[in-house]
């Protein structure tokens, strides 16, 4: 398993920074509700976060595409660290937007870490969504960077034209690339969102909640797996996100979720409960009362051998459950 590392990150939002198009799902603003001139913006935002604490060990520049900057504007960002003192940058970009020119540019500029928007690996899921590169982009990009950067790659489920196959597709080639990082986004249908007007007319329909559920885990549990490191699961809590969600599957503690539903597929490979046997209570009464379950680090392991598809089953029955959990908490508050 990977080491937990702690690194106090200062973000800094530019949402649609660099975007050379609109994708389906996108709405940048609702996400970060940032909505100024970029580079007052940034400023003010640095400001605040220098207010509440004066030491960070990195400044992120995300929500934007960075490398489809123009030169200019990429320059101002690299000026504005070195202004505040960050020896050690992170962004996140885009797949297409990469040259050896480029990456030789934020090699010199101290560019640590770079976060890729891969979302899917489906060369079909990627047009239907608007993202306007293929699988090879992904492929070349990466193999790019490797060796000069850490690097994360950022993942979607549920996502538009979607199917099961594009999830099993994903995790082999994921686990081929071998970023260093990744974080993992369920499909939210966000207002003022392309998607949302698909979603409005019934072309788009998400994903019912145990589906997203047992697709974000078995990718959580397959990065695990291969020492990815999953630094996040599901978009950051906040009250104007809250108020930006049109539908599909959302919740504060997706990560929690995850985990729970990963250690209960786990159990229902391993303990062979009896159909008529399983219940919610029963398998968090399993989980905490097995302590080698709950604190091995290394049970994850035995999960992910054998074929991805068949392991699936056990995710998607114990996402059955856990989304039935959560319906019946949701009914009874």
Not at 19 to 31: D, G, S, T, V
Request: aromatic fraction near 12%; glycine fraction near 4%.
């Amino acid at each position: 398993m990977p080491k937990t590392e702690k690194i106090k990150i200062l973000p800094v939002f530019i949402p649609f920074l660099g975007c050379p198009n609109r994708c389906l799902f996108c709405n940048q603003n609702a996400i970060t509700g940032i909505d100024k001139n970029y580079e007052e913006t940034v400023i003010s935002q640095i400001e605040d976060y220098l207010k509440i604490n004066e030491k960070w060990d990195e400044i992120a520049f995300f929500g934007g595409s960075f490398t489809c900057l123009n030169r200019d504007s990429r320059e101002f960002f690299y000026d504005t660290a070195r202004r505040y003192k960050f020896n050690n940058i992170r962004i996140s970009t885009r797949p297409e937007c990469f040259s050896e020119e480029v990456v030789e540019e934020l090699l010199q500029n101290n560019v640590k870490t770079v976060e890729i928007g891969v979302q899917s690996t489906s060369s079909k899921v990627l047009k239907f969504n608007l993202r306007n590169y293929d699988k090879k982009v992904i492929f070349s990009t990466i193999a790019l960077l490797k060796g000069n950067f850490k690097i994360c790659t950022q993942l979607m489920t549920g996502m538009y034209k979607e199917d099961l196959q594009d999830i099993f597709e994903m995790i082999t080639d994921i686990l081929y690339l071998s970023p260093d990082y990744a974080r993992i986004y369920p499909t939210v249908v966000l207002k003022n969102s392309p998607l949302e007007d698909l979603y409005l007319n019934g072309s788009f329909i998400p994903d019912p909640t145990a589906i997203i559920i047992a697709k974000t885990s078995i990718i959580y549990s397959y990065l695990l797996c291969n020492d990815i490191r999953v630094i996040r699961v599901g978009l950051p809590e906040s009250i104007n996100l809250n108020r930006e969600i049109s539908g599909g599957f959302y919740h504060p503690a997706i990560g929690d979720i995850v985990k729970t539903t990963t250690k209960m597929a786990y159990i229902l490979k391993f303990n062979k409960i009896p159909e008529d046997m399983i219940s919610f209570k029963g398998l968090i009464n399993k989980l905490y009362s097995n302590l080698k379950i709950v604190s091995d680090k290394y049970w994850i392991k035995n999960l992910c051998g054998g074929d991805v598809e068949d392991n699936w089953r056990f995710f998607e029955r114990a996402a059955d459950i856990v989304s039935k959990e959560l319906q019946h908490q949701a009914n009874h508050r």
